[in-house]
């Protein structure tokens, strides 16, 4: 297949001098293309060693800004994007090249059970997301942060406007190829354990938890997320009212409940101006990869 490796790395000598040699072993034509996103130790140094393809950022931007440029750069058809920490296997790439010729659009390497992650709070959080987008688009999604994938290059860069430029690209790419109506297939993987120092923190990247479990929701189906709510504050604000109404002797509303059911419509209502803008922003992104 006509592919493209793109690899986005901030101070990744030690993954990269492991990861290089393998690329070349397993897939000598294939276009390799390292992102140093702003790297400060030998990173460079290594992608020169090798001979691949080099696209440097003047100042950290970002994995998500990284990974844009290297979409950017690549010539292949079809891209695999994976991390330069050591962690994936490239005998796998073959796997996931397989599973695109089925008629997939992106396949993602999803990782096993808690063996495979990196420590007890990243599997919960990750179970977490895999749970809820799995109840979003209603099929089961096992790996929903997984940063080892192959994408259709045509397809994925009618998305690169909404993909941040931080760590949850992969969360952001995967609901938009199912929202777009795309084919996402899985293929089971193992990870190694990182080489260097990892760029997560733990108070940075725990806010940022709360805003990808919103951004879920945002990017698929708002209304499937407002909806819920709003019935929710509604049925408090009548659920009040019964209840003042029974030990007050009298049927009237009170200004509590009158809140809770305004405020439930208008999270109804604005569920479905978010679901017209979502549908609106898809359709766009959809016409001009066409």
């Known amino acids: 297949m006509d592919f493209s490796i793109v690899i986005p790395a901030k101070d990744e000598e030690l993954g990269l001098a492991k990861t290089l040699p393998l690329l070349r072993e397993h897939y000598p034509e294939a276009e390799v293309v390292v992102v140093n996103d702003g790297s400060t130790d030998n990173t460079l140094q290594v992608c020169e060693e090798y001979g691949v393809k080099v696209v440097t950022h ?59 992650q990196a420590n007890i709070a990243r599997w919960s959080a990750n179970s977490l997301y895999n749970w809820l987008a799995s109840w979003m688009v209603n099929r089961r999604i096992d790996d929903l942060t997984s940063g080892f994938r192959a994408v259709n290059r045509k397809k994925f860069l009618g998305f690169l406007y909404l993909l941040p430029n931080g760590f949850s690209y992969p969360t952001t790419s995967t609901m938009a190829f199912f929202r777009a109506g795309y084919s996402v297939g ?64 009298g049927w009237r509303f009170t200004n509590m409940s009158t809140l809770l059911i305004l405020a439930g419509m208008v999270m109804f209502l604005m569920g479905l101006l978010a679901e017209q803008l979502t549908n609106l922003q898809y359709k766009d992104a959809v016409e001009e990869e066409d």
């Open 58 to 116: 003047p100042y950290p931007k970002g994995n998500g800004a990284a990974i844009k440029s290297g979409a950017r750069a690549a010539n292949g058809k079809y891209i695999v994007f994976m991390d330069g920490d050591g962690q994936h296997n490239p005998a796998d790439i073959e796997r996931l090249l397989y599973k695109l010729e089925e008629g997939y659009d992106m396949v993602v390497g999803a990782r096993g059970g808690r063996e495979d």
């Open 186 to 249: 899985f293929v089971p993987i193992s990870v190694a354990p990182r080489l260097g120092k990892s760029h997560i923190s733990l108070v940075r990247d725990g806010v940022r938890f709360f805003l990808i479990i919103f951004k879920i929701g945002t990017l698929y189906s708002p209304l499937k997320v407002y909806f819920p709510m709003s019935l929710l504050v509604s049925g408090m604000g009548v659920l009040n009212y019964l209840m003042g109404s029974l030990t007050s002797g």
